[in-house]
T-cell receptor, first 118, second 113 residues
Framework: DAGVTQSPTHLIKTRGQQVTLRCSPK?????VSWYQQALGQGPQFIFQ???????QRGNFPDRFSGHQFPNYSSELNVNALLLGDSALYLC?????????????????FGPGTRLTVL | AQSVAQPEDQVNVAEGNPLTVKCTYS??????LFWYVQYPNRGLQFLLK??????LVKGSYGFEAEFNKSQTSFHLKKPSALVSDSALYFC???????????FGRGTQLTVWP
C-alpha cells in the first residue's frame, strides 16, 4: 500500500518564477492538506482540499493556490516566488471518516518537496 | 485560537534512560492532540494521538504520551531511549477548525550511546 507521494523531491527556482508541486494521497484517502515548513520551524497550514474544493485556508497570500483532481491527487501552485518561499512543502492526506471531517483522524504525510528560491 | 508550545528546542538523553519531550497546548473546546516525528530529509511520521479516554496513550516504537487537562500538557515519553530515536519531534493540536493541524516549533531529541 503506497503512502503519500510527492514530486519533485527537490526544486530550485529564481525569484518571480512560478512553481507547481504535486501530491498523491494514500490509497483510500480523499482529503489533502498542504503545509509549509521553513527551516527550524514547525509546519504551517496552507490549505486543505476535499471533493475538489478548497475547504480551509491558512494565513497565506493568494500567490498560493491549489487544485484537487477527481482521483484525489492535488497540486500546489506558487506564483511570483519570493526568497521567503524557500521551504519544505509537505502534503498530508487523511483517513476518510464521516465526510472526512472527523477531527480525530490523523494525517499521513509525504516526504515533502524541498523548494529553494534564489 | 489554537496553539501548541514546545518549550525545549533540544533534549539530550543517554541511551537506556527514560526520555520526556514536553508539549503544552491552548485550544477552545476539547483538544485533539498528536505527536509526529521527523527524520532528516523525511516527512512527518505519526506516533500517537489523544482524542478521549485514558490519559496515557500508547503509540508506535514504544512511545507513549500523558495527557494532563489541568496543566494543558501532552508530554511524550519513552521508558528506555534508543540512539535510533534521535530525530525532530512535533506536537500538534486540532482545534475547532476542521482538519487543520497547529504544530509546535519542534524539539530535537538526541540520544547518545
Amino acid at each position: 500500500d503506497a503512502g503519500v507521494t510527492q514530486s519533485p523531491t527537490h526544486l530550485i527556482k529564481t525569484r518571480g518564477q512560478q512553481v507547481t508541486l504535486r501530491c498523491s494521497p494514500k490509497s483510500g484517502h480523499d482529503t489533502v492538506s498542504w503545509y509549509q515548513q521553513a527551516l527550524g520551524q514547525g509546519p504551517q497550514f496552507i490549505f486543505q482540499y476535499y471533493e475538489e474544493e478548497e475547504r480551509q485556508r491558512g494565513n497565506f497570500p493568494d500567490r498560493f493556490s491549489g487544485h484537487q483532481f477527481p482521483n484525489y491527487s492535488s497540486e500546489l501552485n506558487v506564483n511570483a516566488l519570493l526568497l521567503g518561499d524557500s521551504a519544505l512543502y509537505l502534503c498530508a492526506s487523511t483517513t476518510p471518516g464521516q465526510g472526512s471531517n472527523r477531527r480525530d483522524n490523523e494525517q499521513f504525510f509525504g516526504p515533502g518537496t524541498r523548494l529553494t528560491v534564489l | 485560537a489554537q496553539s501548541v508550545a514546545q518549550p525545549e528546542d533540544q533534549v539530550n538523553v543517554a541511551e537506556g534512560n527514560p526520555l520526556t519531550v514536553k508539549c503544552t497546548y491552548s485550544v477552545s473546546g476539547n483538544p485533539y492532540l498528536f505527536w509526529y516525528v521527523q527524520y532528516p530529509n523525511r516527512g512527518l511520521q505519526f506516533l500517537l494521538k489523544y482524542i478521549t479516554g485514558d490519559n496515557l496513550v500508547k503509540g508506535s516504537y514504544g512511545f507513549e504520551a500523558e495527557f494532563n487537562k489541568s496543566q494543558t500538557s501532552f508530554h511524550l515519553k519513552k521508558p528506555s531511549a534508543l540512539v535510533s530515536d534521535s530525530a525532530l519531534y512535533f506536537c500538534a493540536v486540532k482545534g475547532s477548525t476542521l482538519g487543520r493541524l497547529y504544530f509546535g516549533r519542534g524539539t530535537q531529541l538526541t540520544v547518545w550511546p
